[in-house]
């Protein structure tokens, strides 16, 4: 399609999404492996529907203009629309601090990303 959207992960969502997977693979690898299926099935959604995410002004921790997150089960996945790029540039459990988990990222680095494919992991 020509207007789809294409995912790129900075290396920090990506640590994000094998940090999730290790800590969930203690109690069950499998139970691991459904939920990074889901973070990344859930992302992926963003291809075609961009701005269905919220602003993170809604969860009172405003970082940068047009940082937008979605969520699948407890983890929200922040995000930022750049030209034809959905730059995934955190995943968070959502009873963490976000505000101070995110205070001193540098949101200017959205250029640093990596192209994801499924079996990467």
């Known amino acids: 399609m020509d207007n789809e959207f294409?995912?790129?992960?900075?290396?920090n969502a990506l640590?994000?999404?094998q940090?999730?997977?290790d800590h969930i693979s203690i109690g069950s690898f499998q139970a691991a492996y459904?939920?990074?299926q889901r973070i990344i099935n859930r992302a992926s959604t963003l291809q075609l529907f961009p701005k269905i995410g919220k602003?993170?002004?809604t969860l009172d921790c405003f970082l940068e203009p047009g940082l937008r997150y979605i969520a699948e089960g407890k983890y929200y996945i922040?995000?930022?629309?750049?030209?034809k790029e959905i730059v995934i540039s955190r995943i968070i459990?959502?009873?963490r601090d976000i505000s101070s988990l995110l205070m001193d990222y540098d949101f200017?680095?959205?250029n640093e990303t990596e192209e994801f494919e499924e079996n990467d992991f």
């Open 55 to 57: 602003s993170t002004e």
């Open 19 to 21: 940090a999730l997977v």
């Open 108 to 110: 200017r680095n959205f």
């Open 6 to 11: 294409k995912i790129v992960y900075t290396q």
């Open 34 to 36: 459904r939920m990074r």
């Open 93 to 95: 459990h959502s009873a």
């Open 78 to 83: 922040l995000y930022k629309v750049i030209g």
């Open 15 to 17: 640590d994000d999404l």
